[in-house]
């Protein structure tokens, strides 16, 4: 099963993944959450994802999901590439985390990071749009 660890600032990624759980009614085994953030020492926030990382890999690897591209978590995250079997999406939201839970059992973590980006990417939308769109109405959603 493919680990998942959601590294933001503050705990943006602790509420995301309760969420997460409470929307699919079941725990969620080999996932966590860390939080950054500019008050720590770097070499700490480091050892603390490494540890995380490692906790949540059983083997199949890890979808690491930040909160966005250029921040502290996401920097650190993509240093883990390197060495580690890792994939790290930037973005994160609820879509996201339900989606990678929900699908993490069945799945590589290639095509799982490939499904939920796009996922997340389908559901960031301005609903006055879809709306006028008609996609709804033609069961597009």
């Known amino acids: 099963m493919v680990g998942i660890l959601i590294a933001t600032y503050g705990d943006i990624g602790r509420s995301l993944l309760d969420t997460a759980i409470d929307l699919a009614g079941e725990p969620a085994p080999l996932a966590t959450t860390i939080t950054l953030n500019d008050h720590q020492d770097r070499a700490q926030e480091w050892s603390g994802l490494v540890a995380a990382a490692d906790t949540v890999d059983s083997g199949d690897g890890v979808l690491l999901m930040v909160d966005m591209f250029g921040s502290t978590s996401s920097t650190l995250a993509l240093s883990l590439l390197a060495d ?11 879509a996201m985390v339900l989606r990678a839970m929900l699908n993490r059992k069945d799945t590589d973590l290639k095509t799982l990071s490939e499904d939920v980006l796009q996922y997340g990417r389908r559901n960031v ?3 006055a749009t879809w709306l006028k769109s008609g996609d709804h109405a033609q069961g597009n959603d």
């Open 125 to 127: 939308t301005s609903s």
């Open 84 to 94: 580690r079997n890792v994939e790290v999406l930037t973005g994160v939201n609820l």
